[in-house]
């Protein structure tokens, strides 16, 4: 008799991570928050979904309230994240931000005189079936080293940016531009949020580094991307938020790196001619034995 193995199989990835924040050499508080998740969701079969979720929130520096901003943005994401349950994950990201946004604007706008302007950048990252989805407001910044090469998959909303957008400064003159830090998005400011989505397929051996503006204005791409090729990803963290304390570290820094170890199986494998006719040997033995 054939004995049934009911442990459930992983679908979608494993991944190894490290997080390392810190407040600078100039701030008295960290307004940064942080938050990674993982959790398993039992499915039929015996099978289970994994799912995880990385985030940083950079409360606005020199705003009464950043701290707060930042922490309540964090929790808005974490209780979301318990109640996901197989919702697309673009649109289970975009809700989650766009709540997030709703309340730090009325915490915000409860006690106007104690917490005027009260607003943070967030970033999250989900990462399930093979794939991840980044929600995106403010100048934190999520990359990825593939192949060794290192590629910004997000967008900084700030001034210096906009305009480099709009093709009326350089690349140079943007990063000296008085408005590099000038936040044009962020959370709280207002009761609509517009959030940039943005769905990539993951491979085995990706690394990604999520982390706050006191982190990528105080070292290059090209800094980055050399300590990134570290194979320990304690030692790599590590070392980034070094390299910006010795830089002068006036802002806070928050770093989470995490790397793709397996891709798991999928709940259904894609339509394949090829698989069919891999099978026909097989199928054509066991006619001839019946």
């Excluded at 400064?169 to 000038?182: E, V």
Aim: hydrophobic share 40%.
């Amino acid at each position: 008799m054939k004995s049934i193995d009911k442990t459930p199989i992983p679908i979608a990835v494993t991944v190894k991570w490290r997080v390392v924040t810190h407040k600078g050499l100039v701030r008295s508080q960290n307004e940064d928050a942080h938050y990674v998740a993982h959790n398993v969701e039992a499915k039929t079969e015996g099978k289970s979904i994994s799912r995880y979720l990385f985030a940083i929130a950079d409360g606005l520096g020199g705003h009464k309230g950043g701290a707060i901003a930042s922490r309540i943005a964090l929790k808005a994401i974490k209780d979301k994240f318990t109640t996901w349950h197989g919702e697309a994950a673009n649109h289970f990201v975009s809700q989650a931000l766009r709540h997030a946004n709703q309340e730090v604007f009325i915490a915000g706008n409860s006690q106007p005189t104690l917490f005027e302007n009260m607003q943070t950048t967030l970033t999250a990252i989900t990462l399930e079936r093979g794939a991840l989805t980044i929600g995106h407001v403010g100048d934190c910044r999520f990359y990825r080293i593939r192949n060794s090469s290192i590629k910004l998959l997000t967008r900084d909303h700030t001034m210096a940016n906009d305009l480099l957008h709009l093709h009326l400064i350089s690349h140079k003159q943007a990063q000296q531009h008085p408005g590099r830090h000038q936040l044009t998005r962020s959370l709280g400011g207002e009761p609509v949020l517009n959030v940039d989505i943005i769905r990539e397929q993951i491979l085995p051996d990706d690394t990604y580094l999520l982390c706050s503006d006191g982190l990528w204005s105080e070292i290059s791409d090209e800094e980055i991307e050399i300590v990134m090729q570290e194979k320990n990803i304690d030692t790599a963290c590590e070392k980034l938020v070094g390299l910006a304390l010795k830089a002068g570290a006036p802002d806070n820094i928050t770093a989470i790196i995490f790397r793709v170890e397996t891709i798991g199986k999928q709940d259904t494998s894609p339509f394949s001619w090829r698989t069919i006719l891999d099978r026909v040997p097989e199928l054509l033995n066991k006619n001839s034995e019946t």
